[in-house]
């Protein structure tokens, strides 16, 4: 369990605070490229670790990232014009670019006091840039810009990638904890017996390897091995696989809000998620699927669009259609004869569980066990990186942009094999 203190610190994000601070020093995905399609459309509204933004696509295809109001009379830029490199607010035509500078002033007369005002007045703007499929920017200090994380999805081909995001209806942190907490699969994922084909139906979406639901059926405590690297932890998950075999499901947690699932075998595609905080009682959840050696088929790309794994079905504000308000179209029956849970999709789910912890959870009355640990140091990473930052020390992984170049995965090995010994054998590493 946490105390109260470092529960707060965990699931406080908005100015000024010291958790908010630590995530504003990397580079957060803000929207979906195709969230803002087209040069000089629509201002869309954004609102990111508590704080309100506008973001917009200018004439030359840049991402502008600035604060909501223009700074003349306040009035709101998600009604600006958004025209030849820049936004005008309609209200009196003052105009600025992608970089927050003032272009015109239109109410003034030429002279040094417009030119002094064209200056100093400008909006506070967020560097931005996209990779497949996602904007993102930097809120931290200027002048202090980490290089940008080398996650392999945004590396290969757009061809071979997906992307999509959900809104999450808890804190960030439970879940985050809920996507790296990998032995919840025996049961929230699970077909009652092994005549249901419900968790084939479930897991043939995201691995090929039937055999995995037998030995997570079979075995519900997983002993975990953690390790650590320059962007995060290594979580390696061993269950009793066939005789003197072990199945291991390894994840990574990548700082400070990436987690990469432990589903996928060689050639298969595999997943990632990243928890962004709206505010402190919700969040929207990245989701990216890659295949490193081919271009994802059409068929594969319909059933991300429609609801598969990681993939939510989502409205087109990318609200889930099974959600906290409508209990997750809960069916009691189908909990009662196929499924521990009742409810259709992976991804909500897992939601389910993690919105029903509260809107902010309360970890100062847990009880954690052995399967915890993946869980346990998480914590200790990310808290003990907000307070060393607070003390004037930066985390290690802002400087290590290559060590984002992980994967997760599963593997069969000999029971005898340790976690770096089948780190090598699978990855190479």
């Given at each position: ?19 908010g ?6 580079w ?5 490229s ?6 000089d459309g629509?201002p869309?509204r954004?609102k ?7 973001a917009?696509r200018?004439t030359?295809g ?7 109001r223009c700074p ?13 490199n820049g ?11 992608t ?13 040094p ?5 064209e ?8 560097p ?11 809120l ?9 994380p080398?996650?392999e ?13 959900k809104?999450?209806q ?6 985050c ?6 032995a919840?699969?025996s ?8 005549g ?7 897991l043939t ?5 039937t055999?995995?639901?037998?030995w ?7 002993r975990f ?7 995060g932890l290594?979580l390696?998950?061993?269950r009793?696989?066939?005789?003197n ?5 390894i994840?990574?947690?990548?700082m400070?809000n990436h987690g ?10 595999y997943?990632?998620q990243?928890w962004v905080p709206?505010?402190d009682?919700s ?7 890659w ?5 994802l ?5 319909d059933?991300?669009?429609n609801g ?6 989502v ?6 259609i099974?959600?906290?308000e ?9 909990q ?5 849970t009742?409810?259709d ?9 993690q919105?029903s ?6 970890r100062?009355?847990e ?7 993946g869980?346990i ?11 060393a930052?607070?003390?004037?020390d930066p ?6 942009p ?7 995965g ?5 029971a005898t094999q ?5 780190l090598q054998?699978?990855?190479?590493t």
């Open positions: 369990m946490l105390t109260q203190e470092d529960n707060t610190l965990l699931t406080r994000t908005g100015p000024g605070t010291a958790m601070a630590l995530f504003r020093r990397f957060q995905p803000v929207a979906l195709r969230e803002l399609p087209e040069p629509p869309m954004l990111i670790l508590g704080e309100d933004l506008r917009f200018s030359d840049t991402v502008g990232l600035v604060s909501p003349h009379r306040g009035a709101d830029l998600f009604y600006g014009r958004n025209e030849r936004i005008r607010c309609v209200y009196h035509g003052w105009k600025f670019g970089d927050g500078r003032c272009q015109e002033l239109p109410t003034m007369d030429s002279g006091a417009r030119e002094k005002a200056q100093n007045v400008r909006l506070n703007a967020y931005t840039r996209e990779a497949n499929g996602f904007i993102w920017s930097y931290g200090p200027p002048g202090q810009v980490p290089p940008f080398e996650l999805f945004t590396t290969v081909p757009p061809s071979h990638t997906y992307v999509s995001k809104l999450q808890c804190n960030w942190a439970q879940a904890e809920g996507g790296l907490d990998t919840h699969f049961f929230l994922h699970m077909a009652l017996d092994d249901e084909d419900a968790t084939a139906k479930l979406k995201v691995s090929s390897n055999d995995t639901v037998r997570m059926r079979n075995d519900g405590a997983p091995t953690i390790l650590d690297h320059a962007a290594i390696g998950a061993a009793r696989g066939d005789p075999e072990n199945y291991w499901r994840s990574q947690f990548l400070p990469l699932t432990p589903n996928a075998f060689p050639g298969e595609n997943h990632g990243c709206i505010d009682v969040c929207w959840i990245y989701n990216y699927t295949n490193p050696d081919r271009p088929s059409n068929a594969e790309r059933r991300f669009a598969s794994g990681i993939h939510a079905e409205d087109a504000h990318y609200i889930p099974r959600r906290r409508n209990e997750y179209l809960l069916d009691r029956n189908k009662k004869y196929e499924t521990y009742g409810i999709g992976v991804s909500e789910q897992d939601a389910c569980i919105d912890q509260g809107l902010i959870a309360d100062t009355t009880h954690l066990g052995p399967t915890d640990m869980i140091r998480f914590r200790r990473l990310i808290l003990d990186s907000a307070k930052l607070a003390a004037g985390p290690r992984a802002l400087n290590h290559a060590a984002y170049k992980v994967r997760g599963g593997a069969v090995a000999p340790s976690l770096p010994e089948v054998a699978r990855f190479g």
